[in-house]
């Protein structure tokens, strides 16, 4: 009974440090929120740059009854979810195809130094000019901006994996792709799930760049648009909206790794 | 005709600064059923000898005949090779891992299936098959990974100190259960160890290998009474001890 005791204590203690670290977060989020309101009441900063939470919530609402920020946000989402997708899929095709013919792997080694090195962003005008100014030059925005990486990332995965598997493979006669298959690309997910997490950031600075570029729509464009007429509160409202739903795509990402990876 | 032949190996590894001989002129047959062991210093060519036979690398020069026909690793999967470590893929469950061999080949369905889950049993791992390998012990993934090997039903066994990284305890267990399966399906093996003992309790020849470059130095007959004793059984016997002195001066006399 006293190791239930214990393990009692131990249990609340657990609980006990939780709690109070759910509580130190909530006094930050409160305390950022209640000085920015504050700060901007009494002029400390400049309210016309810095807005205030309840101005832009009150934009937040009016925006959301006119639709006009449903609209944005949805073509914002659309792009970021499809580079983000298109950026890792073909990463990591491209890894694969680098797995299969070391000589391919050998002869491109230089050009993706030079390619991961280059900021992806610099293209941008190159892109829209080439795809129009629309849906397409964005997503391929938010998709160039994470392939490369991904390549060289999964690519060294793939590198890594145990010798040794690949040789239980060999003894049983299996061809390339079954090698890959069965080893090579399964020893690999937790890399390739945690290049996601890192895709996820890069896909939303691409689609916003890429925004910001055409200016046509979405929450890039409405960031834009409210620095040239000067309508900070709206700049704001965007960020926080970016900040809203990079968090939840993150965490839609984690929920993948815990359904993949067992471990 | 002997079952498996091995004529003239030569084998050097090349490297832009070096060229490293480790195996100069083996030539050894091996009868069906027979079990025989390797033994020598580290860095005699073993591994590299298990491996020209295995067919995961074609030898400088020499030839491998398998029942009088070339071997070619790619094609068939009449060798089995059993590593150090298990090498059980952790993201398979145990009876994923053992159906491995046959889903390669597309027969992991129906009646390949129903004998392969046997074999579990067989080794000792009834139940187990709906588990993931790191939930097992060292002992019982080896076991594991000697079902995966068995499960293609191999012409010849290959077995590069399967027992090394093993408890002792585990390991004498694991010796005897991996004789008396392989007498069992009469399976022909060729087994590298630095144990003596080892070497002595499974074994029907040892060859004794010299390093630098490798080259089998002598070959030692394992008298029938030992043969036919299992494993544990063999290293009790009177002959074992003297057999053990024999190989050990010889071991002794390679290191000058
Ligand atoms: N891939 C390789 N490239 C170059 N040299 C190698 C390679 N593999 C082995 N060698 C060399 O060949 C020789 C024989 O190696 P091998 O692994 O076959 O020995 P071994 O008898 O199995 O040794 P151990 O008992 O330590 O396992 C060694 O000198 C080793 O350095
Ligand atoms: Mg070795």
């Known amino acids: 009974m006293n190791i239930d005791q214990l393990h009692h204590q131990y249990k609340s203690s657990l609980k006990k440090e939780n709690r109070l670290i759910r509580l130190y977060q909530i006094l930050i989020f409160l305390v950022f929120f209640s000085s920015w309101e504050l700060f901007s009441r009494k002029e400390w900063i400049d309210p016309l740059i810095f807005s205030s939470p309840t101005k832009v919530w009150q934009l937040f609402m009016q925006k959301l009854s006119d639709g006009t920020l449903l609209s944005h946000s949805g073509v914002t989402l659309f792009e970021t979810v499809l580079g983000f997708i298109i950026g890792t899929l073909l990463g990591t095709v491209l890894a694969s195809l680098l797995w299969w013919s070391p000589r391919l792997s050998k002869t491109l080694d230089p050009y993706l130094v030079i390619l991961n090195a280059m900021p992806k962003v610099a293209l941008g005008p190159i892109i829209i000019v080439a795809f129009g100014p629309g849906f397409p030059s964005i997503i391929s925005m938010g998709a160039i901006i994470s392939i490369i990486i991904t390549t060289i990332v999964v690519y060294t995965a793939f590198r890594e994996v145990d010798p040794n598997y690949l040789k239980v493979l060999q003894t049983f006669g299996a061809t390339r792709t079954q090698k890959f298959r069965e080893a090579i690309l399964p020893a690999s997910f937790p890399t390739i799930i945690s290049t996601l997490k890192v895709n996820v950031g890069l896909s939303w600075v691409g689609v916003v760049v890429g925004e910001f570029l055409v200016s046509a729509k979405g929450l890039g464009y409405l960031i834009i648009y409210g620095f040239q007429v000067f309508n900070f509160t709206l700049v704001m409202l965007a960020l926080m909206i970016i900040a809203v739903f990079a968090t939840i795509m993150y965490q839609l990402v984690e929920l993948l790794e815990r359904k993949l990876i067992k471990d | ?256």
Request: hydrophobic share 40%; charged share 25%; with cysteine.
């Open chain 2, 1 to 256: 005709m002997s079952f498996l032949r091995i004529q003239n190996i030569h084998h050097t590894y090349f490297s832009n600064q070096t060229a490293a001989t480790a195996l100069a002129d083996i030539s050894l047959d091996i009868e069906k059923g027979e079990f025989v062991s390797f033994l020598g210093p580290s860095g005699c060519g073993k591994t590299t000898l298990l491996s020209i036979i295995a067919g995961l690398f074609p030898p400088t020069s020499g030839k491998i005949l398998l029942e009088n026909k070339p071997l070619n690793a790619d094609s068939d999967t009449s060798i089995g090779y059993m590593l150090q470590q298990d090498y059980l893929f952790p993201w398979k469950t145990i009876e994923e891992n053992i159906l491995l061999g046959l889903k390669l080949i597309k027969k992991d369905e129906g009646l390949e299936r129903i004998k392969t889950l046997k074999l579990l049993t067989e080794v000792g791992l009834g139940g187990t098959g709906k588990m993931y390998p790191r939930e097992l012990s060292g002992g019982m993934r080896q076991r594991a990974a000697l079902a995966r090997t068995l499960a293609v039903d191999p012409k010849i066994l290959l077995l590069d100190e399967p027992f090394s990284a093993l408890d002792y305890q585990t390991k004498l267990k694991l010796e005897d259960l991996v004789f008396e399966t392989l007498k069992s399906f009469g399976k022909t093996a060729v087994l590298v160890t630095h144990d003596i003992g080892e070497a002595i309790a499974m074994s029907d020849r040892i060859y004794l290998f010299s390093p630098n470059p490798g080259r089998v130095h002598k070959t030692f007959e394992v008298s029938d009474e030992l043969r036919e004793l299992m494993p544990f059984d063999a290293r009790n016997h009177p002959q074992y001890p003297i057999l053990f002195q024999t190989i050990w001066k010889e071991l002794e006399s390679l290191e000058y």
